[in-house]
């Protein structure tokens, strides 16, 4: 998923929000927010749900041209003066509806195409969903509660290529991966993170049928837009870097993304990032290699999250890929070629 800079009339609306004209009250403000999501609830549920995966791509071009719509009406509002909590969260719900935009570009334009990078952007636009409808509970627009688009999304049509496990087993010997090697050069920070996207791909080892690529950067920025909301990753600086996995196929079986924070997390970092992920779905425990985390199934493949431990977190693995054996055999292909 790429994250695009918010949108021009989006920055605007943001810089009036901080100067302020003072001559509207924060209730009549609510109030005038509270209506342009009315009008953007009720265009979104003129739109005819997508009932495959096929319909994806224009039900979420449709959306998006409608969250801008909203962006530019919100930014005709006369915006209270001082910091009042109100006009602080109206900042903040502005500058996600612009977000919530770019992912819905993303979805639209690899929805049919490549699967596992629309659930991972649904997945990421959910994460932000969830966080504008805190906002505009702050804000006191309950018309700002959007429902949900994906939710009753049918199972895809297209599937997420699957291969046989390799008759040939990974090494399954425990690697050290406290400190997966970084020594690559920072590749991009994504705006508005602080976070660097580093490259990780030519420092792993090949073996048996395992290879590995850097993941494209759009697919790298989807786990930092989750690392950013999350309350315990969002103010913790570090590097994220993005690896394709393959067994010798055309199309990679998993993508796995490593994030390293600058000092150690807490506890509940990994449970944070992994409730974000699944939204309404059902977590549950499981272990792949040496790692130890949750996995949350959709109907088009399986998300792992995991820490290197439970109590001090030095870092944090997002798997995606098609099926739990898949993400298995994927994970301890990963691990051998950090080990080298």
């Known amino acids: 998923m790429k994250l695009r800079a918010m949108s021009t009339v989006a920055v605007l609306m943001v810089a009036a929000a901080a100067c302020g004209d003072g001559g509207v009250s924060a209730s009549d403000f609510a109030n005038e927010v509270d209506a342009v999501c009315g009008t953007l609830a009720a265009d979104l549920s003129d739109l005819a749900p997508p009932a495959a995966a096929a319909e994806v791509a224009g039900y979420s071009a449709s959306a998006a041209r409608l969250y801008r719509d909203a962006i530019a009406d919100l930014s005709k509002l006369s915006v209270p003066g001082g910091a009042a909590p109100a006009v602080v969260d109206a900042k903040a719900f502005v500058a996600n509806l612009g977000q919530q935009a770019a992912v819905l570009d993303d979805i639209a334009a690899a929805a049919g195409v490549d699967q596992v990078a629309a659930d991972a952007s649904i997945a990421a636009f959910e994460a932000l969903a969830a966080t504008n409808d805190d906002l505009a509970d702050g804000i006191g627009a309950e018309r700002c509660v959007l429902d949900p688009l994906f939710s009753d999304l049918a199972p895809p049509v297209t599937t997420v290529p699957t291969t ?89 079986i998993a993508r796995i993304f490593v994030y390293l924070p600058q000092q150690p997390l807490g506890p509940n970092s990994v449970s944070e990032v992994a409730g974000l992920l699944a939204g309404e779905g059902v977590l549950a425990p499981a272990t792949f290699g040496s790692l130890t985390g949750q996995t949350v199934t959709t109907d088009t493949g399986v998300f792992f999250i995991a820490g290197n431990n439970a109590t001090s977190i030095a870092f944090i693995v997002w798997a995606v890929a098609p099926s739990v054996e898949t993400l298995d055999i994927a994970i301890q292909g990963f691990l051998a070629g950090l080990s080298g």
């Open 164 to 252: 046989e496990p390799p008759v040939t087993n990974p090494p399954v010997t425990n690697p050290p991966v406290t400190n997966p090697p970084v020594t690559n050069p920072p590749v991009t920070s994504p705006a508005g993170s602080n976070k660097t996207i580093v490259t990780l791909g030519a420092d792993l080892t090949p073996n048996g049928v395992f290879t590995f690529v850097d993941a494209a950067q759009d697919f790298t920025q989807t786990y930092v837009t989750l690392l950013d909301i999350a309350p315990s990753t969002a103010s913790q600086p570090g590097t994220v870097s993005g690896v394709e996995v393959s067994d010798g196929g055309t199309l990679p």
